[in-house]
């Protein structure tokens, strides 16, 4: 038996863009403009600021940090 695998960041963003309207882009962007660096500090910013919900805030802060690697 296979231990189950976490979804992709990237398999959120056609949801997130239809919920929310807007091109993940854009998040992205915003993300990266934030002077907040810790992933946490970057969920709860989403979360409160911009309404996004908890998963999505989570994939796209996850999608945005893995890439300034």
């Known amino acids: 038996m296979t231990a189950p695998t976490k979804p992709n960041p990237a398999s959120y963003f056609p949801s997130i ?7 993940v882009q854009e998040w992205i962007d915003l993300i990266n403009s934030s002077p907040l ?7 709860n910013w989403l979360k ?21 690697k």
């Open 48 to 68: 409160s600021e911009h309404g996004l919900g908890h998963g999505h805030a989570n994939a796209l802060v996850a999608h945005t940090l893995a890439g300034r």
């Open 37 to 43: 660096t810790k992933h946490m500090e970057l969920v």
């Open 17 to 23: 863009e239809k919920k929310y309207g807007r091109p």
